[in-house]
């Protein structure tokens, strides 16, 4: 954490480590050596294609890469047959593609998949990218809010009753304030602190500072979340380029290694749920911490999806940074803040900087800035003005559904 010694980092596996399994098959590092953003916030011109194309084209920019050494490509939430539609609008003809889908983890979880196809050789770089004019569209009434993902399959036994994902996110809060006296003013925290963070962010699309108390006195959504517990609506993309070992001579900046990953997946049904104050995360971020060979306390700084306050805090539980039950503690006393003892959500995250529908590819992008040191007045540093080391990005996808970590290191 900022200000401390870094535990020891062993790193990503070398060239010549092999992975059980693989019967000596050596396996490649994996870097990300390319992010950036799409023009984010209130865009009403261009199209989700056009947003795509704008990530993808400042991502490979940012690499210093040809477009020729892509073979590998991932999307999701956009096209009859994402990726292929995508790729064929950005002109690339993949050899390896992913499009999995599970709501805002999707992200996390691709990353984790083009990892281990690098890694194992069936891709040498594999661009993930997004982009959705969320709010654009319904400003424009091409489309309306959703109240839910449709009545097929499991849903249908809940969708009749009125649930709203906001509702599953509320009661699943509600829960933990029950069972262990979370209160609503350590869940507007967290709102606060995201604000606070945004103001370093000149993309965010809110900057002003809030307080417990506007938090606590806004219209009421789905008790207990006021209007600020939850995410904004807006408009956005964002690509990342990850890219084998070999390549990363050629790239125009320091590559950040991905050092460890874990995927998770829970329920569908909220009645199949065990615990709703347990989130998949709990899974996903000790698969992630295990095979990094590391502990919450070598990360430096987290992003962690926030659609909802409740899932900032429930989270930092489950990877660990607390112990169950604690997380209201936690965040009330001002860690998360980009000065202190763990920053989250660096950027403003999906409460106040932006959030345009599976926001998990922009943890990615602000993780690599921060390690790479080009987060501006919003950057990361130690006591004695060092860079972090090590970064965490988790994405929660449906309601509290899937989960998918990556941990991420300039080591």
């Given at each position: 954490?900022?200000?401390?010694?870094?535990?020891?980092?062993?790193?990503?596996a070398?060239?010549?480590?092999?992975?059980?399994?693989?019967?000596?098959t050596p396996?490649?590092?994996?870097?990300?050596?390319?992010?950036?953003?799409?023009?984010?916030?209130?865009?009403?011109?261009?199209?989700?294609?056009?947003?795509?194309?704008?990530?993808?084209?400042?991502?490979?920019?940012?690499?210093?890469?040809?477009?020729?050494?892509?073979d590998?490509?991932?999307?999701?939430?956009?096209?009859?047959?994402?990726?292929?539609?995508?790729?064929?609008?950005?002109?690339?003809?993949?050899?390896?593609?992913?499009?999995?889908?599970?709501?805002?983890?999707t992200?996390?979880?691709?990353?984790?998949?083009?990892?281990?196809?690098?890694?194992?050789?069936?891709?040498?770089a594999?661009?993930?990218?997004?982009?959705?004019?969320?709010?654009?569209?319904?400003?424009?009434?091409?489309?309306?809010?959703?109240?839910?993902?449709?009545?097929?399959?499991p849903?249908?036994?809940?969708?009749?009753?009125?649930h709203?994902?906001?509702?599953k996110?509320?009661?699943?809060?509600?829960?933990?304030?029950?069972?262990y006296?979370?209160?609503?003013?350590?869940?507007?925290?967290?709102?606060?602190q995201?604000?606070?963070n945004?103001?370093?962010?000149?993309?965010?699309?809110?900057?002003?500072?809030?307080?417990v108390?506007?938090?606590?006195?806004?219209e009421?959504?789905?008790?207990?979340?006021?209007?600020?517990?939850?995410?904004?609506?807006?408009d956005?993309?964002?690509?990342?380029?990850?890219?084998?070992?070999?390549?990363?001579?050629?790239?125009?900046?320091?590559?950040?290694?991905?050092?460890?990953?874990?995927?998770?997946?829970?329920?569908?049904t909220?009645?199949?749920?065990?615990?709703?104050?347990?989130?998949?995360?709990?899974?996903?971020?000790?698969?992630?911490?295990?095979?990094?060979?590391?502990?919450?306390?070598?990360?430096?700084?987290?992003?962690?999806?926030?659609?909802?306050?409740?899932?900032?805090?429930?989270t930092?539980?489950?990877?660990?940074?607390?112990?169950k039950?604690?997380g209201?503690?936690?965040?009330?006393?001002?860690?998360?803040?980009?000065?202190?003892e763990l920053?989250?959500?660096?950027?403003?995250?999906?409460?106040?900087?932006?959030h345009?529908?599976?926001?998990?590819?922009?943890?990615?992008?602000?993780?690599v800035?921060?390690?790479?040191?080009?987060?501006?007045?919003?950057?990361?540093?130690?006591a004695?003005?060092?860079?972090?080391?090590?970064?965490?990005?988790s994405?929660?996808?449906?309601?509290?559904?899937?989960?998918?970590?990556v941990?991420?290191?300039?080591?």
């Amino acid at each position: 954490m900022p200000g401390t010694t870094p535990g020891p980092l062993r790193g990503p596996a070398s060239a010549s480590d092999t992975s059980p399994g693989t019967a000596g098959t050596p396996r490649r590092r994996v870097a990300v050596v390319g992010v950036a953003l799409s023009d984010c916030g209130r865009v009403d011109g261009p199209t989700p294609y056009a947003l795509h194309a704008q990530a993808a084209r400042r991502a490979l920019a940012d690499s210093g890469l040809d477009r020729s050494v892509i073979d590998g490509f991932a999307s999701a939430g956009l096209g009859t047959l994402a990726p292929a539609e995508v790729a064929e609008y950005l002109g690339l003809r993949p050899t390896w593609v992913d499009s999995t889908s599970v709501g805002g983890s999707t992200w996390e979880v691709m990353a984790a998949h083009a990892a281990d196809a690098i890694a194992a050789g069936h891709a040498r770089a594999v661009l993930l990218v997004y982009g959705s004019t969320a709010r654009a569209d319904i400003k424009a009434r091409r489309r309306t809010s959703n109240l839910s993902f449709g009545a097929r399959g499991p849903l249908q036994f809940e969708v009749p009753y009125g649930h709203t994902l906001i509702s599953k996110y509320a009661m699943a809060a509600r829960r933990h304030m029950h069972e262990y006296g979370t209160t609503l003013e350590q869940l507007a925290s967290v709102a606060v602190q995201a604000r606070a963070n945004a103001a370093g962010n000149p993309d965010a699309m809110f900057r002003e500072p809030i307080t417990v108390e506007e938090v606590l006195s806004g219209e009421m959504i789905a008790d207990p979340f006021t209007k600020l517990h939850c995410c904004i609506r807006s408009d956005g993309g964002c690509a990342v380029l990850l890219a084998a070992e070999d390549l990363v001579a050629d790239t125009a900046k320091a590559p950040v290694w991905v050092l460890g990953s874990g995927t998770s997946v829970s329920h569908t049904t909220m009645s199949e749920w065990e615990d709703f104050t347990v989130s998949p995360a709990a899974v996903s971020g000790r698969l992630a911490f295990e095979r990094a060979g590391l502990t919450p306390a070598d990360v430096d700084l987290a992003e962690i999806y926030d659609a909802f306050t409740y899932m900032t805090l429930v989270t930092l539980e489950d990877l660990g940074f607390c112990a169950k039950g604690e997380g209201g503690a936690f965040v009330d006393e001002g860690r998360l803040l980009r000065d202190g003892e763990l920053p989250v959500n660096t950027d403003g995250g999906g409460l106040s900087a932006c959030h345009p529908g599976m926001r998990g590819l922009f943890l990615l992008v602000e993780a690599v800035r921060q390690l790479r040191g080009e987060a501006g007045a919003g950057q990361v540093t130690g006591a004695d003005g060092r860079l972090p080391e090590v970064a965490l990005a988790s994405g929660t996808g449906g309601w509290f559904c899937s989960s998918g970590t990556v941990i991420l290191g300039r080591g």
